[in-house]
């Protein structure tokens, strides 16, 4: 069975320091791979996505990076926080039919 | 454009009683379609989806979901609701010729169960 883990599962951050958040999924080879970011009571919003190591397309630009250094691993960073970074952050993979998505638990981010 | 509307945002119901939530779609084609829910401070858990064949869809949990393509509508329903389903409730959905890439979400419906 394929299992999707987060980490940090929850950080607060000061105003300009950096970040950094990874995702990693086991038992799933060459996943697409994605991160969501959800504000306090809010939806979903994608933010990146990759379907190859190496490879990452940018969906929303909210001054953050991704990358994808390993096949099973996903990762969110930025340089610089800003306030309006603070939020609920998801990564999820697709299955097999390419179409529905498995989330992870989260990082909760606070930043100050 | 595609986009998924959740009208009711909070739907407080008691333990026992039936639930309805309501969920509209626009695409031009019919989608794939999807029901999450959302537990205190964790992720999403996939509840039921549907691609294509009976309209009526069976989901985790004792929930099912009926698609009407006349309505573009996906409501997902339970017939006795437990204090644990008390959670957030979000309706997607996805183009059938894109990967999850392409999901959109609705904006979510709070449910609270009293006892």
């Known amino acids: 069975a394929q299992t999707i883990h987060q980490w940090p599962v929850a950080e607060i951050k000061a105003v300009g320091s950096p970040l950094s958040l990874g995702c990693t999924i086991k038992?799933?080879?060459?996943?697409?791979l994605y991160w969501y970011w959800q504000a306090t009571g809010g939806t979903l919003q994608q933010l990146f996505y990759?379907?190859?190591?190496?490879?990452v397309e940018s969906v929303v630009q909210l001054n953050l990076s991704a990358s994808r250094p390993k096949d099973d691993q996903f990762i969110l960073s930025t340089e610089k926080l800003l306030l309006s970074h603070s939020g609920f952050y998801l990564c999820?993979?697709?299955?097999?039919?390419?179409?529905?998505?498995?989330f992870g638990e989260g990082s909760r981010l606070i930043v100050v | 454009a595609q986009s998924v509307t959740q009208p009711d945002a909070r739907v407080t119901v008691s333990e026992g009683a039936s639930l309805q939530l309501r969920c509209k779609y626009s695409?031009?084609?019919?989608?794939?379609l999807f029901w999450y829910v959302q537990y205190p401070r964790q992720g999403l858990q996939l509840l039921l989806k549907y691609y294509s064949g009976d309209p009526v869809v069976q989901g985790v949990n004792s929930f099912e979901a009926e698609f009407s393509k006349s309505n573009s509508s996906f409501h997902l329903q339970k017939a006795s609701v437990h204090w644990s389903d008390s959670a957030v409730y979000f309706c997607?959905?996805?183009?059938?010729?894109?990967?999850?890439?392409?999901?959109?979400f609705g904006i979510g419906t709070r449910v609270l169960v009293r006892p």
């Open positions: 038992g799933k080879s060459s996943p697409n």
């Open positions: 990759s379907i190859t190591v190496g490879q």
């Open positions: 997607a959905l996805s183009p059938t010729n894109s990967a999850g890439n392409k999901l959109t």
């Open positions: 999820a993979w697709t299955g097999d039919s390419g179409n529905t998505l498995y």
């Open positions: 695409y031009s084609a019919t989608p794939y």
